[in-house]
């Protein structure tokens, strides 16, 4: 079993930043691909970014690429998401999940682990 909870949300001005961080329970953290989900009001859960479990590959939802960095550390068993230039758009709950795997997941139900969601709100 894996316990993922995030931080790191909150309400930002459009063009700001804000971090948000994953930090995970397992003991084998290395061996979980992670990634970052969003839900915004009325819509379904969608892909933001993926790390495979050693971040030797990344991957990222066309609607983030050059403004939203994935990163992780094994060590700490962290994963951190550097979202940059926001826009009012990338409101939305965050959710991070976690799947022990060797591959990139891209897609919700392949992962098996979800943390509880932080709330992200960018203002115009």
């Known amino acids: 079993q894996v316990q993922l909870v995030e931080s790191g949300g909150g309400l930002v001005q459009a063009g700001g930043s804000l971090r948000l961080s994953c930090a995970a329970s397992?003991?084998?953290?290395?061996?979980?691909?992670m990634g970052w989900f969003r839900q915004a009001p009325g819509k379904e859960r969608s892909f933001v970014a993926a790390?495979?479990?050693?971040?030797?590959?990344?991957s990222y939802a066309d609607s983030v690429k050059g403004r939203f960095t994935i990163s992780r550390d094994n060590a700490k068993n962290t994963v951190v998401l550097q979202m940059n230039a926001l826009k009012p758009e990338d409101t939305a709950v965050y959710y991070c999940?976690?799947?022990?795997?060797?591959?990139?997941?891209?897609?919700?139900?392949?992962?098996?682990?979800w943390g509880q969601g932080i709330q992200v709100t960018v203002s115009s």
């Open positions: 397992a003991s084998t953290f290395s061996s979980y691909a």
């Open positions: 999940a976690a799947d022990q795997t060797a591959g990139l997941p891209v897609v919700a139900n392949e992962y098996n682990y």
């Open positions: 790390i495979s479990r050693l971040g030797l590959a990344t």
